[in-house]
Structures are given as C-alpha cells and as structure tokens.
C-alpha cells in the first residue's frame, strides 16, 4: 500500500512539475519570474538543469531541503535513470527521505519528493506489527486469527497449540469449525463473544482442556481474534472438589445430601414412579472388630460395586454412611416390583467377599418403600430405614417392606412422641406408686415409682407403649429427671409424715450413659432433702451389661454416697449368674417371668431359688417381682425367706394418694383362692 501510494505521488507531482515546465516553455511569453512563481509554489522539489547536466535553476521546496542545492543535484543525477530513494540531512538536521524522479526522456528535471512522513508512518507500523506478532506468539493466553467465508485459521500461537494437544504449526489454514469447537460439537465462534465463557474441549488424545473463551473482531474485514486461557487445572480442581463434595469418599457412591437432591428432583418430576431401597449390612461392626478396619472397609467397596451391578440402568445407588446404603429406583414403572431388586441386592450381597486372604461373609436387611405424591426426600428415607429396621428386628438378612401396618405402627409412635413431650413440657408426667414388701415383717420397705401418660381423652398409655419411643427419640432423659423429681417430693414427703419408705425408679440405659447421669440424681436428691440410702436406681440387667467403663464408674461412685443398685429384670439380660458380683449392685430383681413359673415349672423355681441363694451369698438383696398368687408367695416365703415382695398380691401401682404404707399383713392364704391374672390391672 505505501509503495503504491509513494509511487501514485510521484507520478502525480512528475505530471504536475513537467506540466508547469511545459507551460513555460510553450508560452515562452511569459516571464521567468512568473514561471519561478509557479514552481515556489509546489512542495515537491524541483531541479532545472542546462544541457551540460548542471543545476539550472530549482524551487524553493529543494532549497528548503539543503544550502548546497548544486551538490545535491549533482547527486541525485549522478544515479542511473531509475526512481531513487535517498537519505540525507535537512537543513535542520533532521533526517529525510527523498524519491528522486529523473527521467530518461527529460534529462533536464529532476524531481524530489520528500516521503519522510510516509516512511515514518511506515516505520511505526512495522514496529506495531511487530509489537503485535511478539505479543500473539508470546502470550501465555492462547489465540488464533480467524478469517474468511468459511471460516479458516490464519494463525495460531504456541501457547494454543500447547492447550489444544497439537503440534506447532499444525493450525494455521484449519477450517475454524473443526479446530475451535466445544465438547458439545458448538462451534467456538457460535458460543463466545467479548465476555469470556468457561468451555471444555475435547482434545486428540482423549484429554479434556478447559478454557475461558472470547472473540474480538479486529478489522472491518471480519478478522477475528479468539483468545483461550487454558483454566484447565483450576476447573479439575472445582470440579474434583464437587465431586468430593457429592460422593463419599470411600465408595466413590454418592452421598447423602446427592442423594436427597437426586430424590428431590424424582419426586419433584415423578412422585408415583420413585422406589427406594435402604440397605443396611448384618453384624457390620462384628467385621469391623473380628478382622480389622482395612478388611471392613474392602468389604464396604465390594458391596458397593455388587450393589451398582445388580440395581436396574439408571437406579442411583448412594451411601449414606457407616455400613448404610440406598438406591433410588427412578423411574419405576406401577408394575414393577421393588421387592425383585431388593431380592437381588440380597443375593448379591450374601456371597462371600474375599478381602486379601480373608473371605468375609455378611448378610443384609433391606427396607423397601415407594414414594406417594407429597413426599419430601427425608420421609421417603425414614420410611426405607423404618422397614429396614423392621427387617433387623425381625431376624435379619430378609427384606421387608414399609406397608400399612408398619405405617400404623410409626403413626402412634409419633403420637406417643407427641403425647410424651407435651406431658413434659407441662409437667403432665404421672407416677403410680408400688410397695415393695418384706415378706417377714410385711413392712413396706420400699416404693417403686412407675411412669404413666394420660391421653387427652383420659386413657393411661402404659410404659411399654412410650418407654421404647422415649429411648428412640432421647426423650427418656427429661422423662428420667422428671420421675426422679416428682418422686423424690412425694417420698419427702411420705418420710415428713413418718413413713421412712425408700423410693425405686427405673432409670434407662440413655439416662445413665449420660456424663451429667450422677450430678443430676445428687442433685435431685439435694433438692428434696431426701438421704442418698433412700434412694434405690433399678436398671435392667441387659443396659447393665452393655454399660461402658465411665458408666459402671458413675454407678459405683453414686451407690458409694449411699444410693442403692438394683439390677432390674434380672435373668433376662443374658448375663450369667454368677456374673452378678462384677456389677455394681445391692439389690437383685428376679424378673417377674420366673416367679410366674413358680411353684409348678421346675426351671423357674431351680433360678428363683438359686438367685435369691447367689444373692445372699454376694450379700445384696433380693425382690421377686411379679408376684401375684398366695401360693407364689408362700412358696417364696419358704424357698427365698429373704426374698422382698412386689406384686398384684401385695398391692397394685397407684398414685400416691392411693399408696397404703402400713405393712401389708402377711397371712397364709387358703390354697382354694384363685390366682390374679397377669392381665388384670
Ligand atoms: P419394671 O421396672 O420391671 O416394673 C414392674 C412392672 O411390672 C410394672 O409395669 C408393674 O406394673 C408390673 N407389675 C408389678 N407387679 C405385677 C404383677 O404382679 N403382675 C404383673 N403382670 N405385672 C406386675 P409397668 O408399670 O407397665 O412398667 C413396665 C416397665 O416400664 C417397668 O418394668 C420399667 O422397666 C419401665 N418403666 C416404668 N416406669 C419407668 C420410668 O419412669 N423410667 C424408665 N426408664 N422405665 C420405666
Ligand atoms: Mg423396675
Ligand atoms: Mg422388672
């Protein structure tokens, strides 16, 4: 373009110079001072030579360039013919370009043109385009030119090459298309615009680059440049951080909280079409504590591959933690059957797992529920858990399914909850009161407080009703401080009335495994003035047994202040007998089922007599609970003589009003009575 441009001004002012000249020769009328007018009057240098090749004469814009305006005629003609370009200082000292017309046919003109400007201009923009071509090569931001219909590659730096996986050089002339496009087939081009976006790129060799993208175009002839920052690592490391944060760690299955989101948007969609099975191993801990973390952990990654190849395509399968997992089935046709998948993931499960040299055997119990319109994702988990839950107490490893009767059966357990915690919260939790009493004297030694909840309409729910929920929800332990309280007012106050009775409250295995377990009960005692001895704890035998060390601790701590031990149920704990002297008691209670047996069944007469003998050989006292025939009694009075009483025979729970502390008389009762029934009451 300059040299186009250069060469059209040179012709243009060689026209104009030889047309002036012309004129002068042509209208040689005219004066030469007017023809020395006419060429002062142009900026493109002038030189008239005679016909010895000497200067003439010349204008003032040669003049302008230099005081020796001869010496540089003399050197511009010395040249051949051809358009010279030369260099020379100006006046001013300021370097110029000059393009020298001398014509072949007009040896006499010589032309000078002054492109210093233009060589200027020139020089700049080779120096930007340098500037630039440094700076596309350079960059650490990959680009590329784009031009043309289609679209095709000019030029691509290395740092594009480098983020696309391809060899230097291999881009330039590449259709667009084919080279800069998404992983979802888009084009670039149809994507990016001045922002950047965030885009993957499938590269040759399988990679995945991740780049921010945008295009500018750059000359009005649609030349377009696209700029990659390779943001490749930091978009693994987000998305490697989702993925933590979605999956557990172990399995690689998704979590809880992906699991709820999953279920959220199935029931959001297609609440009908949504089952749920929660899979919960058998005896996992026995695994974990027989061979070791490493093999629990194997077997858990086992299970979970078995779990992924057995579910339908497209069932999700999820850990929730520990040994628990989940599979959403979506979408479930109405006749397809949860109860296929469940029996599969059982069998699958089921066969042994070789974990190195060892070859672990588990079993599962699987819930089953399908979800109804209204569900939230949380219902739907309770609902699997509470049949799985099912399945485990009703033996294990077999499925069972959340249905209308294990419905009814959590429907009255949140009422109860219900119940239960109103009771608490307005102090609405009643006692009954039963004495327990010595056979030989028939003094009343001591009261066992018994828990009852009234229903709004007047009805008592019994403790086998709320206790378990109580355990379940963690209610058991304002319930426990709420009997241990009211108890100790009413026998404060039974001992302000003379009655120097002791009082039994049953206490829960949550309550005690509490750290604050024995500042409570010191405290409760405080409160109501009541001596340590005439407080007696029964705790069943079975949450004895499976007491940790700082419980039995806390025990033995409190029955050293003087507080009594009773072990509660005793015989049913699993516990053997002769176990007794290691926990911390001083009072034995032979469940009631024993003394049912007595005197006919040999075996529970055989215990009957041999805890009462163990227990006063360990030096604690004995209480036959249960008792409700006169027969039960005498033949305790003979066989167990220092065996305590308690029983419908001697007196049923009441509340306190009703509670007689006189000693019970203690007659022989004619053998033709008949017994109580266990039912009665
Ligand atoms: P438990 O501690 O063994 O209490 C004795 C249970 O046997 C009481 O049942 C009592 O009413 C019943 N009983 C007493 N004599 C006879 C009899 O001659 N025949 C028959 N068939 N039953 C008799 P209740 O009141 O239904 O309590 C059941 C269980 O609930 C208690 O068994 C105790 O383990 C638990 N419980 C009661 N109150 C509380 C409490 O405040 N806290 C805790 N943690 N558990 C409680
Ligand atoms: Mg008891
Ligand atoms: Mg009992």
């Given at each position: 373009v300059v040299v186009v441009w250069t060469a059209l001004l040179l012709a243009l002012a060689v026209s104009a110079s030889t047309a002036a000249w012309g004129l002068g020769q042509r209208h040689g009328r005219r004066s030469a001072r007017t023809d020395q007018l006419m060429l002062d009057s142009v900026d493109v240098g002038i030189a008239a030579l005679d016909g010895q090749g000497r200067l003439a004469r010349c204008n003032d814009a040669l003049r302008a360039l230099t005081d020796d305006v001869p010496g540089l005629v003399d050197e511009l003609v010395g040249g051949d013919d051809h358009d010279r370009e030369l260099r020379l200082a100006d006046r001013g000292g300021t370097d110029r370009h000059l393009v020298v017309g001398h014509r072949r046919e007009e040896r006499d003109v010589v032309v000078v043109h002054d492109v210093t400007e233009v060589r200027q201009a020139e020089q700049r923009l080779r120096a930007s385009e340098e500037r630039f071509r440094r700076t596309f090569e350079g960059s650490p931001v990959g680009m590329a030119l784009v031009a043309g219909r289609p679209r095709a590659v000019v030029a691509a730096n290395a740092a594009l090459t480098r983020f696309l996986h391809v060899r230097v050089g291999s881009l330039a002339g590449r259709p667009a298309d084919d080279v800069l496009v998404c992983d979802d087939g888009r084009p670039v081009q149809a994507v990016a615009g001045t922002t950047a976006v965030e885009l993957a790129f499938h590269r040759p060799d399988g990679t995945t680059g991740h780049g921010l993208v945008s295009q500018t175009v750059v000359d009005p002839e649609g030349l377009v440049l696209v700029q990659v920052e390779d943001v490749t690592e930091r978009v693994q490391a987000?998305?490697?951080?989702?993925?933590?944060?979605?999956?557990?760690?172990l399995t690689g299955l998704a979590n809880r909280r992906t699991v709820v989101?999953?279920?959220?948007?199935?029931?959001?969609?297609?609440?009908?079409?949504?089952?749920?099975?929660?899979?919960?191993?058998?005896?996992?801990?026995?695994?974990n504590d027989a061979y070791g973390h490493d093999v629990g952990d194997q077997l858990l990654v086992e299970v979970a591959h078995r779990l992924e190849s057995v579910v339908r395509s497209g069932d999700r399968v999820g850990r929730l933690g520990g040994?628990?997992?989940?599979?959403?089935?979506?979408?479930?046709?109405?006749a397809e059957r949860l109860s296929d998948v469940a029996s599969r993931v059982e069998r699958a499960i089921a066969a042994p797992v070789h974990c190195g040299r060892t070859r672990v055997h588990v079993t599962a119990s699987v819930g089953t529920t399908r979800a109804r319109a209204g569900l939230l994702p949380e219902d739907l988990l309770?609902?699997?858990?509470?049949?799985?839950?099912?399945?485990?107490?009703?033996?294990?490893?077999?499925?069972?399914?959340?249905?209308?009767?294990?419905?009814?059966?959590?429907?009255?357990q949140v009422a109860v909850e219900a119940l239960l915690r109103s009771a608490l919260d307005s102090g609405a939790v009643e006692l009954d009161y039963q004495p327990i009493v010595d056979s030989r004297t028939a003094a009343v030694v001591s009261v066992e407080a018994l828990a009852r909840l009234r229903t709004p309409t007047g009805e008592v729910v019994r403790p086998s009703r709320f206790i378990p929920v109580a355990e379940s929800t963690g209610l058991v332990v304002p319930l426990g401080l709420a009997v241990l309280d009211a108890g100790l007012r009413q026998v404060a106050h039974w001992h302000s009335g003379g009655h120097r009775v002791r009082l039994a409250v049953n206490v829960s295995a949550g309550q005690v495994a509490r750290a604050d377990f024995e500042a409570a009960v010191s405290s409760a005692l405080d409160r109501h003035g009541v001596a340590p001895e005439h407080l007696e704890l029964e705790i069943t035998e079975s949450a004895l047994v499976a007491a940790g060390a700082s419980t039995l601790q806390q025990l033995l701590r409190l029955r050293d202040t003087g507080v009594r031990i009773a072990i509660d149920d005793y015989g049913t704990g699993h516990a053997s007998l002769s176990y007794l002297h290691r926990l911390p008691a001083t009072t034995v209670k032979v469940d009631a089922s024993f003394v049912a047996g007595v005197p006919h069944d040999a075996r529970a007469t055989a215990i009957v007599r041999a805890v009462s003998r163990l227990a006063e050989d360990v030096g604690v006292d004995c209480v036959a609970e249960g008792v409700e025939t006169g027969e039960q009694r005498d033949w305790l009075a003979e066989h167990a003589p220092r065996a305590l009483l308690q029983g419908f025979l001697l007196a049923r729970p009441r509340p306190a009003g009703l509670v007689a502390l006189a000693p019970v008389p203690a007659q022989r009762t004619p053998a033709t009575v008949t017994p109580l029934s266990r039912s009665a009451g």
């Open positions: 987000r998305l490697a951080l989702a993925h933590q944060a979605a999956h557990d760690p989101e999953h279920l959220q948007v199935a029931l959001t969609s297609d609440p009908e079409g949504v089952g749920l099975l929660f899979v919960d191993l058998d005896r996992f801990k026995q695994v040994d628990e997992f989940v599979v959403v089935c979506w979408p479930l046709g109405s309770r609902e699997a858990d509470t049949a799985m839950y099912r399945a485990k107490t009703r033996g294990r490893s077999r499925v069972e399914e959340y249905d209308a009767s294990l419905r009814r059966e959590v429907e009255e």
